[in-house]
T-cell receptor
Framework: GDSVTQMEGPVTLSEEAFLTINCTYT??????LFWYVQYPGEGLQLLLK?????DKGSNKGFEATYRKETTSFHLEKGSVQVSDSAVYFC???????????FGQGTTLQVKP | EADIYQTPRYLVIGTGKKITLECSQT?????MYWYQQDPGMELHLIHY???????EKGDLSSESTVSRIRTEHFPLTLESARPSHTSQYLC???????????????FGPGTRLTVL
């Protein structure tokens, strides 16, 4: 069945470091892919999305490219800030069911 | 401002109590969802609705029930709470996509339930 696997955390970085959080998926059909972020004490927010192969989603300095050939959607940011500390979820939107399938989440902690 | 609301944010109750978790959205979305999330874990879909009078069970079995009498309101009820129900419950909504792809979901802040 459809699934999402993302890099285990926690990830601890110093401010201004480069961030990569790996995400791979298995899917039938043509899924949409999302990254959601959950800040402490808040609900999930959409960070970025891509709806077809080779699309690049970007927001707040974060980027992810939908790679069909490697079934990946890795999240990157060139220079993280303390305010980026949160839990990041890679999410697959099944084109068959319309449902979202969540990865297990990766906790990012950025230290000043 | 269009938004999605959940109450209460935190609830601590004793075993055997009946509880209702409230969820309301002001975006006019037809589709609504309930997810269960244990600390540090992924979200699991427990209920969803395509519109008024439509309710479906999700991928994770749950003893809770839901109703959808109004478009904006999607409450979740536990008839007799148990410690195994301790978790965070997240409500979400979405609209039907206009083109290709799966639509994004908008999430409420969640209710953290503790059953003693």
């Amino acid at each position: 069945g459809d699934s999402v696997t993302q890099m285990e955390g926690p990830v601890t970085l110093s401010e201004e470091a480069f961030l990569t959080i790996n995400c791979t998926y298995t899917a039938t059909g043509y899924p949409s892919l999302f990254w959601y972020v959950q800040y402490p004490g808040e609900g999930l927010q959409l960070l970025l999305k891509a709806t077809k192969a080779d699309d690049k989603g970007s927001n707040k300095g974060f980027e992810a490219t939908y790679r069909k050939e490697t079934t990946s959607f890795h999240l990157e940011k060139g220079s993280v800030q303390v305010s980026d500390s949160a839990v990041y979820f890679c999410v697959h939107g099944s084109s068959n069911t319309g449902k979202l399938i969540f990865g297990q989440g990766t906790t990012l902690q950025v230290k000043p | 401002e269009a938004d999605i609301y959940q109450t209460p944010r935190y609830l601590v109750i004793g075993t055997g109590k009946k509880i209702t978790l409230e969820c309301s959205q002001t975006m006019g979305h037809d589709k609504m969802y309930w997810y269960q999330q244990d600390p540090g874990m992924e979200l699991h879909l427990i209920h969803y609705s395509y519109g008024v009078n439509s309710t479906e069970k999700g991928d994770l079995s749950s003893e809770s029930t839901v109703s959808r009498i109004r478009t904006e309101h999607f409450p979740l009820t536990l008839e007799s709470a148990r410690p195994s129900h301790t978790s965070q419950y997240l409500c979400a909504s979405s609209e039907y996509p206009g083109g290709l792809g799966v639509e994004e979901q908008f999430f409420g802040p969640g209710t953290r339930l503790t059953v003693l």
